[in-house]
């Protein structure tokens, strides 16, 4: 079983920044990437970027060259750097975790933590 926990949410102005972290636990070995979803009120869970142990990211189009995706193997964290946010960042946002490779469908994540709200305000 592998646990995952967000921290780093919170409010921001616009054009301000914030760094989530996803920190594992439970880690049976297997090579998992990770990815980071949002969703906003009323809307669906969105993929926001991904990174599989090979250093491999991808990014939504909605947040290139804004948001930066990394890991730390050594402390089991992988991270998103959000810089120059914006309104429509505004979302709870969650790490998920599957065997390799990373992918944009929320359905084929088997592990999911609880969620960190960010809200960036105009």
Request: glycine share 12%; hydrophobic share 35%.
């Amino acid at each position: 079983q592998l646990l995952l926990a967000e921290s780093g949410g919170g409010l921001v102005q616009a054009g301000g920044s914030l760094r989530l972290s996803c920190a594992a636990s439970g880690h049976n070995g297997r090579n998992f990437a990770t990815a980071w979803f949002r969703q906003a009120p009323g809307k669906g869970r969105e993929f926001v970027a991904g990174i599989d142990p090979n250093v491999r990211v991808d990014y939504a189009d909605s947040v290139k060259g804004r948001f930066t995706i990394s890991s730390d193997n050594a402390k089991k964290t992988v991270y998103l750097q959000m810089n120059s946010l914006k309104p429509d960042d505004t979302a709870v946002y969650y790490c998920a975790a599957r065997t390799i490779p990373a992918v944009r469908m929320p359905g084929a994540y088997e592990y999911w933590g609880q969620g960190t709200q960010v809200t960036v305000s105009s």
